[in-house]
């Protein structure tokens, strides 16, 4: 079963501009962590936040907490053809360690 | 490059056959994850081991096992295949328990 959910399922930005998706979980968690896949290839580690954060910032990502509504939300400023990739989301429940993920975001950024 | 190697990177095997996937983790790294990505069902988290023990379980059918070496390197055996296993199966390790994973490039399984 998913514990995050990100929204939308699928977004098509035109390069330069921002891009902004969110993830929305159901139980309390440790950490919360963003992946990007390219098609069909492994899955890279973007960002952990922990429950006690509310923002953190990696180069041109900006990830935002809010445990209180139980959601995240991703940023992606300026976009590049080359951050076209499936994001998703995961969650560290605590319930020893495991990774949750959601069904992820398409992103397509057209050059 | 991750620094996690799964061996090997495609599989095609027939229906009631038995595989056997394997993973080394990235140097100094305790932590390794097996998921199953397939398109209907996305990224399902299998099982965790830690540092040669079990330590988180998920939904992982009772014809799959798995287990972690001394060495730290994992196998996860796949039996009695039917045509719904074929999928993408990633490892992934990480040094503890609540820490970021890093992916290996999978192994995609295909049961004709």
């Known amino acids: 079963s998913q514990q995050g959910e990100e929204d939308p399922q699928a977004l098509s930005i035109q390069e330069g501009e921002n891009a902004t998706m969110n993830c929305s979980y159901k139980t309390s968690i440790n950490n919360l962590q963003w992946y990007r896949q390219n098609s069909g290839r492994g899955l890279v580690h973007l960002i952990l936040i922990r429950s006690n954060e509310r923002e953190k910032h990696s180069g041109r990502l900006r990830v935002t907490l809010d445990t209180s509504k139980k959601s995240s939300s991703l940023l992606i400023t300026a976009s590049r053809a080359a951050d076209t990739a499936s994001y998703f989301c995961?969650?560290?429940?605590?319930?020893?360690?495991?990774?949750?993920f959601g069904q992820g975001t398409e992103l397509s950024v057209k050059p | 490059d991750s620094g996690v190697t799964q061996t090997p990177k495609h599989l095609i095997t027939a229906t009631g056959q038995r595989v056997t996937l394997r993973c080394s983790p990235r140097?100094?790294?305790?932590?390794v994850y097996w998921y199953q990505q397939s398109l209907d069902q996305g990224l399902q988290f299998l099982i965790q081991y830690y540092n040669g023990e079990e330590r988180a379980k998920g939904n992982i059918l009772e014809r799959f096992s798995a287990q972690q070496f001394p060495d730290l390197h994992s196998e996860l055996n796949l039996s009695s295949l039917e045509l719904g296993d074929s999928a993408l199966y990633f490892c992934a390790s990480g040094r503890g328990v609540n820490t970021e994973a890093f992916f290996g490039q999978g192994t995609r399984l295909t049961v004709v």
């Open positions: 140097s100094g790294d305790l932590s």
């Open positions: 995961a969650t560290d429940n605590n319930q020893g360690g495991k990774l949750i």
